[in-house]
């Protein structure tokens, strides 16, 4: 897992720089703005973020996204595509509920 956040949930930009490099080395900067169109950086970003900076989502959910029929994405299938690998992620760790953690 790469730091993304710290305890305080402020975004921790080193490690989205590194998340940024691991996601460059497998594909090229002219593939990322082909598949995500012109504001590639800010959805790297939200990806990023959303994954919670594993390394393995973050791939997985950029994979899902070029199985899509048209490039550059649209805002609704990022959407789809980030509500897949992201929803489950959320649920466990914003869901403030503390019965859902005590075991009984």
Do not use: C
Not at 28 to 39: D, I, R
Not at 42 to 50: G, T, V
């Amino acid at each position: 897992m790469i730091k993304v956040r710290d305890r305080t949930g402020k975004e921790h930009d080193p490690g989205i720089q590194m998340a940024e490099d691991l996601i460059h080395r497998r594909i090229p900067e002219e593939g990322l703005t082909a598949v995500l169109g012109n504001n590639q950086r800010a959805r790297l970003r939200q990806i990023i973020l959303n994954t919670g900076g594993y390394p393995r989502e973050i791939l997985q959910l950029l994979q899902e996204l070029l199985l899509s029929d048209d490039f550059p994405v649209s805002d609704m299938e990022f959407r789809r595509a980030m509500n897949i690998f992201t929803d489950p992620f959320e649920n466990m760790v914003y869901n403030r509920n503390p019965k859902n953690w005590v075991i009984t």
